[in-house]
T-cell receptor, first 113, second 113 residues
Framework: AQSVTQPDIHITVSEGASLELRCNYS??????LFWYVQSPGQGLQLLLK??????LVQGIKGFEAEFKRSQSSFNLRKPSVHWSDAAEYFC???????????FGPGTSLSVIP | DSGVTQTPKHLITATGQRVTLRCSPR?????VYWYQQSLDQGLQFLIQ???????AKGNILERFSAQQFPDLHSELNLSSLELGDSALYFC????????????FGSGTRLTVV
């Protein structure tokens, strides 16, 4: 079945440290991939998306993600984490541009001052 | 403010009752998506409407129904409510029927007692 997995349920990093959140997908062809962030009590906000082309995509709030077909991964990175980045992060994917978007289980990020 | 408006923000109701959740999409967006978020199931796609017509269906129970009106707002109707229906219900919108990233509302928290 087509799915998106996020191996890490919870991650804690120190403020100013680098961050990498893992995401793996199981779509056959090049899927449509997304990262969303959900702050407490808020809806989800789109950080970035990948459809094709350059495998390194830049998003909002200083985030970037790299698509690696050989590893079926789409990991989210940020070079220096801020306390305000503490939130729930969801990787999501769709087989084509018209398929339903499936969300991963999410990774909860805590930031230590 | 994402531009997607969901009402009410909170809803407490008894088992067996029926409720209606409302969503106004971002201005200009033609597609509306409904998602259910719970601790055990994560984010589950329920249904998509595009310009008034049902476009895709996910894990939506028969007790649930939705529609999109000519002014493009959408309503999700939940009937014969059970304790397990307690969840956050999100509405998202996009300009067309393709997956180029959604704009989410802040959700309706439904508590069934």
């Amino acid at each position: 079945a087509q799915s998106v997995t996020q191996p890490d349920i919870h991650i804690t990093v120190s403020e100013g440290a680098s961050l990498e959140l893992r995401c793996n997908y199981s779509y056959g062809a090049t899927p449509y991939l997304f990262w969303y962030v959900q702050s407490p009590g808020q809806g989800l906000q789109l950080l970035l998306k990948y459809f094709s082309g350059d495998t390194l995509v830049q998003g909002i709030k200083g985030f970037e993600a790299e698509f690696k077909r050989s590893q079926s991964s789409f990991n989210l990175r940020k070079p220096s984490v801020h306390w305000s980045d503490a939130a729930e992060y969801f990787c999501a994917g769709a087989k084509t541009s018209y398929d339903k978007v499936i969300f991963g289980p999410g990774t909860s990020l805590s930031v230590i001052p | 403010d994402s531009g997607v408006t969901q009402t009410p923000k909170h809803l407490i109701t008894a088992t067996g009752q029926r409720v209606t959740l409302r969503c106004s999409p971002r201005s200009g967006d033609l597609s509306v998506y409904w998602y259910q978020q719970s601790l055990d199931q994560g984010l589950q796609f329920l249904i998509q409407y595009y310009n008034g017509e049902e476009r895709a269906k996910g894990n939506i129970l028969e007790r649930f129904s939705a529609q999109q009106f000519p002014d493009l707002h959408s309503e999700l109707n939940l009937s014969s409510l059970e304790l397990g229906d307690s969840a956050l219900y999100f509405c998202a919108s996009s300009p067309d029927s393709a997956n180029y990233g959604y704009t989410f509302g802040s959700g309706t928290r439904l508590t069934v007692v």
